[in-house]
């Protein structure tokens, strides 16, 4: 099977895609695969990395705020539509995925132009404006979250699959994940993560506690700070004369996600979709900070949802400070330890490991549909 993938911008729009990729490349063994993305997202980097070609399109999203701006976008996605078409056109697939980002609406509108299934997978609880703007031109709406059926204009197309959770995550050995990253088991260990390209507030609260985690040693930490903010995080370790020990690495990034995540007694980060989907199949308590900075404040009512089922502890960022942070992560792993097995165990309950496999058979059907109905 051929399938075209569209995604872009961060790492929770194109690492589903790159797992659907992955998982059907592991079935099909005539599986070939083609990416489309912008030259300014993770993408560029990403997508090559997993071993798989993509194309280029020039498009961004609409600017909310400045409604002027947005003739030179819709010049763009005129532009792109044809792009796309070309692409299409060329690569001939026999079914495309959209996982979100501006760049999945001129591919979905493109795809319904000639006559090529298409589906398009929303990782939040909340639907994104690319996903309902799509909605009319794909075959089916893969949700990841059963609730978003009800903000789904046409809820017949909609799917629950779950959320795409890649295999190193769903395959970890969590019972020896610990001596994988060599890290002792005699005390928990916390695992602090701001996401793909990190988060100056979590940033700012590490190090604002970075000293007494130090000092009393009750826990073991492992902090991502992301890429951009490493060296001025160290300069500001620096300033303030901390120095760490064995029990604490600062990382600027963490190659080996699967087994840290699958070796911490305890995730601190974001609640970006994909992150949460996946704390949940490996079955970690967590203390999820939503950004903010994200439209529909989507990241907040992922957390949510895990917080309803006592499945996470949720704390805004209004809210946070190194002292809370710190007297929580230590409520949780060292004083009240039955909790944090319980919100584990409730946080297992709430994953949806087939997703990979639901969201290749949607495409499937896509597929054989194409199969028996002419091209335009």
Do not use: W
């Amino acid at each position: 099977m051929r399938v075209l993938f569209a995604g872009g911008g961060t790492g929770g729009h194109i690492n589903p895609a790159i797992s659907v990729a992955d998982h059907i490349k592991s079935v099909d063994e005539n599986f070939e695969a083609l990416f489309i993305g912008t030259e300014n997202g993770l993408e560029k980097k990403l997508v090559p990395a997993a071993g798989y070609n993509i194309e280029y399109i020039d498009i961004c999203g609409f600017n909310r705020k400045q409604l002027y701006k947005n003739i030179s976008v819709i010049k763009k996605l005129s532009d792109a539509n044809k792009r796309v078409k070309e692409i299409i056109e060329s690569f001939k697939p026999d079914a495309v995925l959209c996982t979100g980002g501006y760049v999945s609406g001129p591919v979905a509108m493109a795809a319904k132009k000639c006559g090529v299934g298409a589906v398009i997978h929303e990782q939040n609880v909340y639907p994104g404006l690319t996903v309902n703007g799509s909605e009319k031109y794909v075959d089916y709406v893969a949700v990841s979250f059963k609730e978003t059926i009800n903000h789904m204009g046409n809820k017949k197309k909609c799917v629950y699959t779950g959320n795409p959770v890649r295999g190193a995550i769903l395959n970890a050995d969590i019972d020896k994940a610990k001596d994988i990253i060599g890290m002792p088991k005699d005390k928990p260990l916390v695992l602090i993560f701001g996401g793909s390209l990190g988060a100056g507030k979590i940033n700012e609260t590490v190090l604002n506690m970075l000293g007494k985690i130090i000092k009393e040693n009750r826990f073991y930490l492992i902090f991502a700070t992301g890429d951009r903010n490493y060296e001025d995080f160290c300069m500001e370790m620096k300033k303030t004369g901390i120095t760490t020990h064995n029990g604490v690495k600062i990382l600027p990034y963490i190659d080996n996600m699967a087994d840290v995540m699958a070796a911490a007694d305890l995730v601190v980060s974001r609640s970006g979709a994909i992150t949460v989907s996946e704390i949940a199949a490996l079955g970690k308590a967590s203390v999820l900070i939503p950004s903010p900075n994200v439209v529909r404040n989507h990241q907040e009512q992922n957390a949510r949802e895990l917080e309803k089922k006592n499945a996470a502890v949720v704390i805004t960022e209004d809210e946070l400070d190194g002292d809370m942070l710190y007297d929580k992560i230590t409520e949780l792993v060292i004083r009240d330890c039955i909790t944090l097995g319980l919100m584990g165990y409730n946080a297992k309950k709430l994953a949806k490991r087939d997703a990979l496999d639901e969201i290749y058979k949607l495409l499937l059907k896509v597929s054989e549909k194409n199969k028996s109905q002419p091209k335009q």
